[in-house]
């Protein structure tokens, strides 16, 4: 029998011989997807969606990072994830709940969530449609 480690170590390796290293712009469409399927998302809940698809790497603590060249302190992946909220709360398309810990997407960018859901076939999450009528 063939184990997950065989297969390069996570599911999506099944289909590629090389799993590619995260970046910024292969974070965001996981985002994306939990943003309009519940119009609020956790850094850990996001980490936990790519941890089927990313390399092993990108989910290790203290590991030498070959792009900062620098030990990690947090695991790569989690490191993207905030990256990306922190750019869309600076952006206005999200605000940060302290006491649920979740981004949550507000009003005032509208347009850019309708684009979201016209390239995937979306809905736009509750709280909003309630916004603009």
Avoid at 9 to 23: K, M, Q, S
Avoid at 48 to 56: A, D, E, G, T
Avoid at 92 to 100: C, F, T, V
Wanted: with cysteine; hydrophobic share 40%.
């Amino acid at each position: 029998m063939v184990s997950f480690c065989d297969l390069g170590g996570c599911v999506g390796a099944v289909y590629f011989d090389e799993t590619p290293l995260l970046d910024q712009s292969r974070v965001k469409p996981f985002i994306i997807a939990a943003l309009l399927f519940r119009g609020a998302v956790s850094c850990h809940e996001v980490v936990h969606q790519l941890s089927v698809f990313c390399h092993k790497d990108d989910l290790v603590d203290e590991i030498w990072d070959t792009i900062e060249q620098d030990y990690t302190e947090m695991p790569r992946a989690e490191k993207l994830v905030l990256e990306v909220l922190g750019e869309m709360t600076g952006s206005g398309l999200l605000r940060y709940n302290e006491r649920d810990e979740l981004w949550v997407l507000t009003s005032s960018r509208i347009t850019e969530v309708i684009s979201w859901c016209a390239a995937t076939g979306g809905r736009m999450p509750s709280h909003l449609n309630q916004s603009i009528y």
